[in-house]
């Protein structure tokens, strides 16, 4: 049986004036998938995001997310789905817990739900103890994961991860990665941009962007094989040189 599609993708279109940012854009997201959007600064990712998060509306083309038409549903896109940026996540003169409960209140929660998913977050996490600390005192990493609980706080459908990771060691990056296995196995679908190539690896499937057009879909595994190539670097690298496209939407 096919897997719950919970974005749906066709023929999306994005114009600033004469530039196109996204250029006919079709692919499907799946329940519990971690889906790459990978691509060089200038390529789409974010402006894409933009459009499935329902803060942006498309110039044409059949968009859902969640259920919900990104044209004439964006609230309730909103209230089914997590986000995390690198560039904004959190408030670093709010601590932990009040950045826990701002949030909480924000995607809807009730105050019962705040509090036992507050506790529940800090636990898991193991930082009880630092729960009154201000965000902007922590290192890099742990705002990192603490952003990503708390963009799961609510237990959405999807959540949209912008370059998460970007500016973390590769050890702390390792632990994120966790993290989103986690989630995935709960059934939330991760949907990630990274300019790192080595965590194109560990996506279910990948998509590749080179000047807003897709140029390739599928797992990783397979687009090194049929680009005969060792890496995801290699197979982005040999796209963004404009070698032959590869695009197919299967899980």
């Known amino acids: 049986m096919q897997a719950d599609k919970v974005i749906q993708v066709h023929n999306l279109v994005k114009k600033f004036g004469n530039f196109t940012a996204n250029d006919a854009l079709s692919f499907d997201v799946y329940r519990g998938e971690i889906f790459g959007f990978l691509g060089a600064n200038g ?27 990104v044209y004439k549903q964006s609230d309730d896109i909103k209230r089914n789905i997590g986000y995390m940026s690198q560039k904004f996540s959190l408030y670093e003169d709010l601590s932990i817990v009040e950045n826990i409960r701002l949030y909480g209140g924000i995607y809807g929660l009730s105050r019962k739900e705040i509090k036992n998913r507050t506790n529940a977050l800090l636990s898991r996490l193991g930082i009880e103890d630092k729960a009154n600390v201000l965000i902007g005192s922590l290192p890099l990493g742990w ?24 500016g ?25 941009t990274t300019h790192y190539m080595d965590e194109a690896e560990y996506c279910d499937r990948v998509a590749i962007l080179v000047s807003g057009k897709m140029v390739a879909l599928d797992s990783p ?31």
């Open 221 to 251: 595994g397979k687009l090194k094989h049929d680009y005969d190539e060792d890496s995801m670097e290699g197979v982005f690298v040999k796209l963004a040189r404009g070698k032959r496209s590869f695009v197919k939407n299967n899980k």
């Open 143 to 166: 705002k990192q994961k603490i952003a990503f609980s708390v963009a799961i706080v609510h237990n959405p459908d999807i959540v949209f991860l912008d370059e998460p990771s970007s």
């Open 168 to 192: 973390v060691d590769p050890i702390t990056r390792r632990q994120f990665w966790d993290m989103i296995y986690e989630a995935a196995h709960q059934g939330i679908t991760v949907f990630v």
């Open 43 to 69: 390529a789409g990712k974010t402006t894409t995001i933009k459009i499935l998060t329902g803060l942006s509306k498309p110039t044409s083309g059949d968009i859902s997310v969640a259920g919900f038409d």
